[in-house]
Structure formats: structure tokens, C-alpha cells
Nanobody, 114 residues
Framework: QVQLVESGGGLVQPGGSLRLSCTASGFSFRVYAMSWYRQAPGKERELVADIISTGETTYYIDSVKGRFTISRDNAKNTLYLQMNSLKPEDTAVYYC???????WGQGIQVTVSS
């Protein structure tokens, strides 16, 4: 059974940083691409970033380029999202996603506010 568990969210001031983690189990993590999505209040869920199995290729939406970094540690079955220079518009519930299994984590709240 595929399981994805996010951690690392919370409240941060504008300009601050957070690192999200997603621990995966139930499948061969190292073989599959992974993604981070987010959903802000009243908005649709959107792709934030994704990464191929080896970690060599990544993709970001324009609004987070240069501020967020997606990475993975295949030895630890863990996906990361380093978020720097956070803005109030980054406030959302962030989800870890395994596209090949159509599986989602439970989501974790990130709030950027002074």
C-alpha cells in the first residue's frame, strides 16, 4: 500500500524559509518521479514542482522558480521541498504526490504571514 507522509510545515514570516519532507513507503521510491502540489483557499490544486527518479531533472512553476528547490534522497525514500523567500501568496496546503500511483499525502499547512 502506497503511503506518503508530509512534515515540516507551519507558520513563517514573509521572507522566511521552510523545508517540507515527504516520507514514502509501499513502493520502490527510487524508480518513480515525484511531485509537490499545493492548494490555496478557494483555489484549485496546482503543481508546484516535480522531479524524475534520479533527481537529475526538475520542473518548477514560474511563481516559485529561484525560490523553491525540489530534491530527493532515494536511500531514505524521502522527497523534499526547500522553500526560501516565502511570500504570503505561498500560503496553502502542500501535498506530496506519486503520479504513477495516483497517490497523495494527507497535506500539510504552510502559512506565510507577519
Amino acid at each position: 500500500q502506497v503511503q506518503l507522509v508530509e512534515s515540516g510545515g507551519g507558520l513563517v514570516q514573509p521572507g522566511g524559509s521552510l523545508r517540507l519532507s515527504c516520507t514514502a513507503s509501499g513502493f520502490s521510491f527510487r524508480v518513480y518521479a515525484m511531485s509537490w502540489y499545493r492548494q490555496a483557499p478557494g483555489k484549485e490544486r496546482e503543481l508546484v514542482a516535480d522531479i524524475i527518479s534520479t533527481g537529475e531533472t526538475t520542473y518548477y512553476i514560474d511563481s516559485v522558480k529561484g525560490r523553491f528547490t525540489i530534491s530527493r534522497d532515494n536511500a531514505k525514500n524521502t522527497l523534499y521541498l526547500q522553500m526560501n523567500s516565502l511570500k504570503p501568496e505561498d500560503t496553502a496546503v502542500y501535498y506530496c504526490h506519486a503520479p504513477s500511483f495516483r497517490s497523495w499525502g494527507q497535506g500539510i499547512q504552510v502559512t506565510v504571514s507577519s
